[in-house]
């Protein structure tokens, strides 16, 4: 299986990364056999570049496309020799980019708000070692929207002046999300959203989904992949998801925005605490153990190790709060998803619905409205959205939005 099999309705990008593997694999050997490194003027003159930006919308695949990127530049599979295309799927060095063990491919994501100065100052004094036994050293960072302002000049230097054998591949959600001086500097790739079928279609070949089920969670995520995949698997995804569809039904007077403002909230606080469950406390106790506590939870720490379990603390308080707000943002996208279906009744239009299940719940609200206010919902929900992104107090900005889904 070639690495880009994985690339869901991304033919033309597959095309041009197979493209510059196979220029990026004939630079390198060429370097070899003269004993220098692939600099000047045939990096400038061929398919392949130091710095690449994967764009596309939310489940388009821009993480994935970058993993089998990196994975064809690593590829060392005898084929090449007889003219194969890198990228076979199986080597050693295929196998070992994909699963994330490859010495010379580090993926960086965050499940933090922000990716800070200090990440990416180590980011980039690794980008300027040669590669240890692979061909490229490759830096995948699948949150480059995340960069701070001051994180992102410290990146543009790095990008601006390449080491000779470093490739950088940032994904970010468009254009915009990246600082202009490094989105200047790299290559853009643009995704776009798969095709529902192509969706369901992978979903049962590759992770053995029952067909019904995996082209009704399709067409409920519109093309997501990520989120089909957890639609698909996770009970507790379906039920959270149902419980979101339910909820224009229930704002009809100020009692009805207010309780269902505060489930939402108090679900997307249940998703953080499960994180933290599973993740918090092995973290903190592995790092007990290497700063030398005592044995036990309640041991005593070694003198001058306090700041390092403050730092930790810290860096769990805003995993939290971005888990949460991850939750709170899939919850508006799905209801986002239902008022789009309301309009696509409401115009007579025949676009296919994406919740087939809540139909009724669908016709009842369109009957009972007209566009106009489908739009204004919408435009509520967008508004929400924003809020957040502004830190304004997640309770605030849903029951807002939920106030003003009730007036239409």
Request: a neutral charge; one cysteine or more.
């Amino acid at each position: 299986m070639a690495v880009w099999d994985d690339l869901v309705g991304q033919d033309r990008v597959a095309a041009q990364l197979s493209a510059a593997a196979r220029d990026a694999d004939a630079l390198v050997t060429a370097a070899s056999e003269a004993g220098g490194d692939p600099v000047g003027e045939p990096m400038a003159s061929s398919k392949m570049t130091h710095a690449w930006l994967f764009t596309g919308p939310p489940g388009s695949g821009r993480a994935t496309a970058a993993r089998a990127f990196a994975a064809a530049l690593q590829c060392v599979s005898p084929d090449r020799a007889l003219g194969g295309a890198p990228g076979c799927g199986f080597c050693d060095g295929c196998h070992t980019a994909l699963v994330g063990t490859h010495a010379d491919v580090e993926v960086v994501r965050t499940d933090m708000l922000s990716i800070g100065v200090k990440e990416t100052r180590e980011l980039v004094r690794r980008a300027q070692l040669s590669p240890a036994g692979g061909r490229w050293q490759v830096i995948v960072m699948e949150d480059a929207d995340r960069l701070t302002e001051g994180a992102g000049n410290v990146l543009l230097k790095a990008v601006e002046e390449p080491a000779p054998r470093t490739v950088w591949l940032l994904c970010a959600p468009s254009l915009e999300d990246v600082l202009p001086t490094i989105r200047s500097r790299c290559r853009l790739l643009t995704l776009r959203t798969p095709p529902v079928d192509a969706v369901a279609d992978i979903l049962v070949r590759r992770d053995g989904i029952d067909p019904e089920l995996a082209a009704s969670a399709a067409r409920a995520t519109q093309g997501h992949i990520g989120r089909a995949r957890r639609l698909a698997t996770d009970e507790r995804a379906r039920a959270r998801r149902a419980a979101v569809l339910k909820l224009p039904l229930r704002v009809d007077d100020v009692g009805g925005c207010l309780k269902a403002a505060q489930e939402l909230i108090d679900a997307a606080a249940e998703d953080a605490k499960q994180v933290a469950e599973e993740v918090d406390t092995k973290e903190t106790e592995e790092l007990r153990a290497a700063l030398g506590a005592a044995a036990g939870t309640g041991g005593r720490l070694p003198r001058g190790t306090a700041g390092a379990m403050k730092d930790l603390q810290d860096r769990q308080k805003r995993r939290a709060t971005r888990t949460q707000r991850d939750t709170l943002d899939l919850a508006l996208t799905d209801l986002t998803a239902f008022y789009r279906d309301v309009l696509v009744l409401q115009l007579g239009s025949q676009v296919a619905l994406a919740n087939t299940d809540v139909r009724d719940a669908l016709e009842r609200i369109a009957s009972a409205s007209k566009p106009e206010r489908t739009l204004r919902r919408i435009e509520a929900i967008t508004a929400c959205r924003q809020a957040l992104d502004s830190n304004v107090a997640p309770l605030l900005a849903v029951e807002a939005m939920t106030m003003a889904l009730r007036a239409g």
